[in-house]
């Protein structure tokens, strides 16, 4: 049997370890040297699969809606990497939420149509399935917006974190 002391400390080293390698992989990722596997599989089953480990990172302080469409066409993608996205954006919510809140998953089908795609000329017109994440956290101040997916930027104290999540 661990003492309190000791128990806490292997808890530090575990929790130290496992934000290592989750550096390393968002690392290897963005400097495209881990591979993508993009394959079709079921993102409703996926968001519904995160609900208990968001539940347990977010605390008890965060309710967790989830609004999955029964009828959600396969996705396209690399599945551990949107497993990961989830993460972040879950964890930059909850630093969002000090006092606790509401973090809303939601699935849906959507057809985006040449009028979109010519607005948003990173999209083809298609047929896609949707993942959106909301909170009901601080926000993002509206100028700094367009930097979210910058590599290494944070809108987070010094030392708070790596501004990889989303890049």
Request: charged share 20%; proline share 6%; net charge negative.
């Amino acid at each position: 049997e661990l003492s309190p002391a000791a128990k806490e400390s292997v808890d530090l080293a575990l929790k130290a370890s496992l934000g290592g390698a989750t550096l390393i992989r968002q690392l290897l990722a963005f400097s495209r040297r881990h591979a993508l596997s993009p394959k079709p599989f079921d993102l409703g089953a996926l968001v519904a699969s995160t609900r208990e480990l968001l539940w347990r990172t977010l605390g008890e302080h965060i309710e967790i809606t989830m609004r999955l469409a029964p009828d959600l066409w396969p996705a396209m993608a690399d599945a551990a990497q949107v497993e990961s996205a989830i993460a972040n954006l879950a964890i930059n919510a909850r630093d969002a939420m000090p006092n606790g809140g509401r973090l809303t998953l939601e699935t849906a089908n959507r057809h985006l149509d040449e009028d979109y795609a010519s607005a948003n000329p990173d999209v083809h017109p298609g047929d896609y399935v949707m993942l959106a994440v909301s909170d009901t956290g601080t926000g993002i101040p509206t100028e700094l917006l367009s930097r979210v997916f910058e590599p290494f930027f944070t809108t987070k104290e010094q030392g708070k974190g790596s501004g990889l999540g989303l890049s």
